[in-house]
């Protein structure tokens, strides 16, 4: 196998001075750059976390949908008002920049309702580069499908935009359903683009980290009921980056053996 250098990039998961100057984390839902990727964004203040389902549905539905019921809401709330008052809340708290883009949650949309990744690549790569960022965190994208369409979408950005480092964090609510983590590095790897964990310096701080989440008061409950929150809060589970790019050159004759 080929010998790599240092001048092909940062291999072995160390990152080239400069990769973390000016971050954007992708987030599919309010919650989500909190519960992935908080200490990131606690060690590199300033960084900008883009939500991408962050907007209105044509209309809420008449009885709360068994998501939103769990965390409180009754017919006529407006759950996107509030939700993204607790973002407010929840970045300043991680001393974040929060941006929002228009879609609607899927629990809101009949399947054929939902935005593809190309209807959302657009304005993500809009919000993205007014950004003017050095490194971009997508979700892993499992499980969920707006995770899925997030990461996706995403991914279309990065195809236009390869000269930016591209990492991938992992969805805090899924990546322990059995075999969803290992199926999307699968999926990547097989693509040509491989992840691989990346050395990314943070600072841990859980204290923080919980408080951030606890801005989020309507999602407490059902991510206790349906994800186990305190429970991985109190484990400690942590966070891990995935640094996103093609293989070293010489190595895509690991191809032939999968």
């Given at each position: ?146 995770h899925v369409l997030t990461h996706d979408a995403g991914c279309q950005v990065r195809e236009h ?94 191809m032939e053996n999968v």
């Open positions: 196998m080929a010998q790599t250098s240092q001048r092909e990039g940062p291999t072995w998961g160390k990152l080239e001075p400069g990769t973390l100057d000016r971050i954007v984390v992708v987030s599919p839902h309010f919650d989500d750059a909190a519960l992935g990727a908080a200490h990131l964004l606690l060690t590199y203040p300033g960084s900008t976390v883009i939500t991408v389902l962050g907007g209105w549905p044509p209309a809420f539905p008449e009885e709360p949908t068994a998501w939103d019921a769990a965390g409180g809401f009754k017919a006529g709330d407006d759950v996107v008002a509030l939700r993204r008052q607790e973002d407010v809340a929840a970045m300043e708290v991680l001393g974040a920049t929060p941006v929002w883009l228009s879609f609607p949650d899927h629990q809101y949309l009949t399947r054929a309702q939902r935005p593809r990744p190309e209807d959302v690549a657009p304005d993500l790569e809009a919000a993205i580069m007014e950004a003017q960022p050095t490194a971009v965190f997508l979700p892993m994208g499992i499980a969920n499908p707006d935009h390869r000269q930016m480092a591209w990492f991938a964090y992992e969805d805090h609510g899924y990546k322990h359903l059995p075999g969803l983590l290992a199926w999307r590095v699968a999926r990547l790897f097989r693509s040509g683009l491989w992840p691989t964990p990346a050395i990314v310096p943070i600072e841990v701080d859980a204290d923080r980290k919980r408080k951030a989440i606890w801005c989020y008061a309507s999602q407490i409950p059902p991510l206790e009921q349906e994800h186990a929150l305190t429970a991985r809060l109190d484990a400690n589970v942590p966070e891990q980056y995935w640094r996103l790019a093609p293989p070293p050159h010489g190595w895509e004759r690991l």
